[in-house]
Nanobody, 132 residues
Framework: VSLVASGGGSADTGGSLRLSCRFS???????????MGWFRKAPGKDREGVAM???????LYADSVKGRFTISRDNAKSTLYLQMNSFETEETGDYYC????????????????????????WGPGTQVTVSS
């Protein structure tokens, strides 16, 4: 499994960026069966989950980004996206995409809000700088 995030850069508070994550999954499990997500690591803070999209299309967002960020994927293009709008200054950081698969994630991983910890494949991050 290979994941490469791109699209980072500079934005003003209130501005927007769209991140992309090109994925390559060469396993017996099709890419469409993978749960994928975005995480960020802000300076001086722990890494946190931002948005997740599971194979059936259910999304999960961190409370801080609900209504402003949108996760989506295009399996035909092997790309995961994160549309980020209405930036806040504290959202500066390195953004990463991650993925993993479970035949029955609700059974093996538990409730959806715990799935962040089970995405085991990671790519290098892309840096986002938000300025006021």
């Amino acid at each position: 499994v290979s994941l490469v995030a791109s699209g980072g850069g500079s934005a003003d508070t209130g501005g927007s960026l769209r991140l992309s994550c090109r994925f390559s999954i060469n396993t017996h499990t099709p890419a469409s069966d993978y749960c994928m997500g975005w995480f960020r690591k802000a300076p001086g803070k722990d890494r946190e989950g931002v948005a997740m999209l599971d194979p059936d299309g259910t999304t999960l967002y961190a409370d801080s980004v609900k209504g402003r960020f949108t996760i989506s994927r295009d399996n035909a293009k092997s790309t995961l996206y994160l549309q980020m709008n209405s930036f806040e200054t504290e959202e500066t950081g390195d953004y990463y995409c991650a993925a993993d698969n479970s035949e029955d994630p609700l059974d093996t991983w538990g409730p959806r809000d715990t799935w962040w910890a089970y995405l085991g494949y990671w790519g290098p991050g892309t840096q986002v700088t938000v300025s006021s």
